[in-house]
């Protein structure tokens, strides 16, 4: 079975831009999690989405916004890039079963400048 | 949510057992225990999750105590492998697809 897979793996952008950070869900799964991650910190939730729709949101502005395509793969979108976004993002798919474990890519490295 | 009490730090000797603890007093009765691990430069990865009753996996073991406010995370022979960020989280199982909600997780360093 294949696993989670982001891209790209690291990103530079500048203050104010937007960026798309993308994620391709591990086959079968049909729920897809962004989480971000600050240096020295845990994964902090970012938002789900289950059958393409968002299916629950943590404490992030609406900039940070998100898509799921019929095959499961995944975007998110973030956009007015702030320094404070400079970040390890994560994505992870599950089956839409809470007693399922998630499977996790290795994550985006974004720095903003 | 209801939050997780773990050690910042812990370590181990190669080859020896290793027990991870958390503490989660205000659990209810629908949440799950969760257990994740993150290697340096890798994302989260699952390890095992219980209910009630002591569950083990190819990869450990967990024991949780019998009024469910305490669980301990047991790698049988550590390896250098083994030496990540844990990571004990509670999921509710009445908010279906619900979000992990990670807190600080225990280093554990092992010594050759």
């Known amino acids: 079975e294949t696993g989670v897979t982001q891209s790209p793996t690291h990103l530079i952008k500048t203050r104010g831009q937007q960026v798309t950070l993308r994620c391709s869900s591990q086959?079968?799964?049909?729920?897809v999690s962004w989480y971000q991650q600050a240096l020295g910190q845990g994964p902090q939730f970012i938002f789900q989405?289950?059958?393409?729709?968002?299916?629950g949101r943590g404490n992030f502005p609406p900039r940070f916004s998100g898509l799921q395509f019929p095959n499961y793969s995944s975007e998110l979108n973030v956009n007015a890039l702030e320094l404070d976004d400079s970040a390890l993002y994560l994505c992870?798919?599950?089956?839409?079963?809470?007693?399922?474990?998630?499977?996790f890519g290795s994550g985006t490295r974004l720095t903003v400048v | 949510d209801a939050k997780t009490t773990q050690p910042n730090s812990m370590e181990s000797n190669e080859e020896e057992p290793v027990h991870l603890p958390c503490n989660h007093s205000?659990?209810?009765?629908?949440?799950?225990i969760h257990w994740y691990r993150q290697l340096p430069s890798q994302g989260p990865e699952y390890v095992i999750h219980?209910?009630?009753s002591n569950v083990n996996n190819r990869m450990a073991s967990l024991a949780i105590a019998e009024d469910r406010k305490s669980s301990t995370l047991i790698l049988h022979r550590a390896t250098l492998r083994d030496a990540a960020v844990y990571y004990c989280?509670?999921?509710?199982?009445?908010?279906?697809?619900?979000?992990?909600?990670f807190g600080e997780g225990t280093q554990l360093t092992v010594n050759p």
């Open positions: 989405y289950y059958r393409e729709e968002e299916n």
């Open positions: 989280i509670l999921r509710d199982t009445e908010t279906s697809g619900s979000r992990l909600t």
């Open positions: 219980g209910l009630t």
């Open positions: 992870a798919s599950s089956f839409k079963q809470v007693n399922y474990g998630y499977t």
């Open positions: 086959s079968g799964h049909n729920t």
């Open positions: 205000t659990i209810s009765g629908t949440d799950y």
